[in-house]
């Protein structure tokens, strides 16, 4: 937990590490070692691996891309050379750019493997606006994006998609080429963005490098195969995404200082700091969020008026292990030790003030991993997943308690991880039907990890049997969209019936409903 003191590994790990530190920060701030190449000429167009924006604010926006004419090159380079290279942008109030608003330049530089983070401000609040950028004589696809609308304004609508865990070697990404027609405010990505594995299936989209990711030449290759692909660049091009990783994008089931096996010391610190930049690199992130070697400010709070708030939180660098040897677990007393934490302390007091302090009329929890009760055992014994929330029930009792104490209305958690969907009510004690209901969350299904999903499954009926708290249930891919209104919130489970294959089409398979002032879902209209 970074609330206590840096341990021994820590401590010398960054002391070794304080040079790439450095030449990594002076890279975020335009400066390079590299020598600039002022007039460059591409053999092929470097803007391979499209364009992005992200962390929408009412006066601006941040414009991402990478140049990378050879996105593959096993050097993870990308096919630049070692020089830093001039890049233009522009953000125009028509997708034909005869109003440009805003233009500027940005060095890309090799440090950060030529990626683009531009930070445009000036803005006008709640707007669409377009956006590309030049290379020399090479120009970008054009993408689209909107602010947010002012602090103190009355939206009559916001409408966002929420998803996570997209395996390239599992599926297609078809979802986001839908999830790209639905015209969106936002989209909300809540981690395994790529998966660190050397899976390669059976569908002839085997994983690059075809090890398991561990130096950032590794991760470097891996982003550049997942945003080579048509549809997730699709998705990015047509609006602004909040993301925040998971485990996949280190280690699965990493916890803190620790990788999935319970191996720390300086080598995951390792792992983590080239897992952390590369993270960066490829994401339409703030210059807030940049890494400091093993460790990335990702908890933040973005205002959509007094309509909605997304309080998106990190539940992987400031956890407690999991407990009782991580798994699937009956009796594990440790699990129910309030010492234990999620969050951290300074993040869950972070959250708790931020939702009581709140003028919005939702209280948005992006949140990794489910924080509903989840009984994985037909009858009266009880199993439980050690690196959900119910892993650190006390943490998550604490939690809910305090929302419950502060007066927090309209609270909303969205979470992806496990590659199936469940609407559900947030239960003061999960085990009494009648207990106090304090809000309400939505678990997404993957876009592709698991490979083509099913309507129902035995753990599903397991799940609704066990868990009355549990509305709705199904494991098909796909995304969540979500409409809301002064009113009432919509979550539209958008479900395809194959990933193994392109193209699949996409429908509502449920249409689930909250009205504010009234916790707990209120209506379920399922096909």
């Known amino acids: 937990m970074p609330d206590r003191q840096l341990t021994l590994d820590r401590r010398r790990f960054l002391a070794l590490a304080g040079g790439g530190a450095v030449t990594f920060a002076a890279a975020l701030t335009g400066f390079s070692a590299a020598p600039v190449r002022a007039n460059p000429v591409f053999r092929q167009n470097p803007f391979t691996l499209g364009v992005a924006s992200g962390d929408p604010l009412p006066d601006g926006v941040v414009l991402w891309t990478r140049l990378a004419p050879e996105p593959l090159a096993v050097d993870g380079s990308g096919g630049m050379a070692a020089q830093s290279v001039p890049v233009q942008w522009q953000l125009a109030r028509d997708p034909a750019f005869g109003q440009v608003e805003r233009s500027g330049t940005v060095r890309a530089t090799p440090e950060l493997a ?41 939206p009559n609508d916001v409408t966002f998609a929420f998803a996570s865990c997209q395996n390239y070697s599992e599926g297609f990404f078809t979802a986001y080429r839908h999830l790209a027609a639905d015209g969106v405010d936002l989209v909300v990505h809540l981690g395994d963005y790529i998966y660190e594995g050397s899976g390669q299936g059976t569908i002839g989209r085997g994983h690059l490098p075809a090890v398991e990711c561990h130096s950032l030449q590794d991760y470097r290759v891996r982003y550049s195969q997942y945003k080579t692909d048509p549809d997730l660049q699709a998705g990015h091009a047509a609006a602004p995404w909040i993301v925040v990783l998971d485990d996949h994008e280190i280690d699965n089931n990493w916890a803190d200082d620790l990788d999935g096996g319970d191996a720390g010391g300086p080598e995951f610190l390792a792992r983590r700091t080239a897992a952390m930049q590369a993270y960066y690199e490829n994401t339409p992130l703030r210059r807030a969020s940049m890494p400091s070697g093993p460790d990335m400010q990702l908890y933040r709070r973005l205002r959509y008026g007094t309509l909605a708030d997304f309080n998106v939180v990190d539940t992987r660098q400031h956890r407690d292990n999991q407990a009782c040897g991580d798994g699937r677990q009956i009796d594990c007393e440790e699990r129910l030790d309030p010492a234990r934490t999620m969050l951290g302390d300074a993040q869950e007091a972070w959250l708790l003030d931020g939702l009581e302090g709140s003028p919005a009329t939702w209280k948005v929890m992006a949140n990794q991993i489910f924080m509903m009760q989840a009984d994985h055992d037909a009858g009266p014994v009880q199993a439980f997943g050690m690196d959900t929330w119910d892993g650190y029930a006390a943490a998550r009792s604490r939690l809910l308690t305090g929302v419950r104490d502060r007066g927090v209305e309209n609270l909303v958690v969205i979470t992806g991880d496990a590659h199936r969907s469940v609407a559900a009510d947030l239960k003061l004690d999960f085990d009494d039907p009648e207990s106090a209901t304090v809000g309400t969350e939505f678990l997404s299904t993957s876009i592709s990890a698991s490979g083509d999903g099913v309507d129902q499954d035995a753990l599903g009926q397991v799940w609704l049997a066990e868990n009355p708290h549990m509305k709705f249930h199904n494991v098909q891919r796909g995304y969540a969209l979500c409409t809301l209104t002064p009113e009432s919130w919509r979550t539209d489970y958008r479900v395809m019936p194959y990933v193994r294959q392109p193209d699949a089409p996409v429908s509502t398979r449920a249409s689930v409903y909250v009205e504010a002032g009234r916790p707990g879902i209120v209506q379920v209209d399922a096909d």
């Open 114 to 154: 030529h990626s683009v983070h531009a930070e445009v401000t000036g803005l006008e609040p709640d707007r669409e606006y377009w956006y590309r950028f030049r290379a020399g004589r090479e120009l970008s696809a054009v993408g689209r994006t909107r602010t947010a609308p002012a602090v103190d304004a009355r």
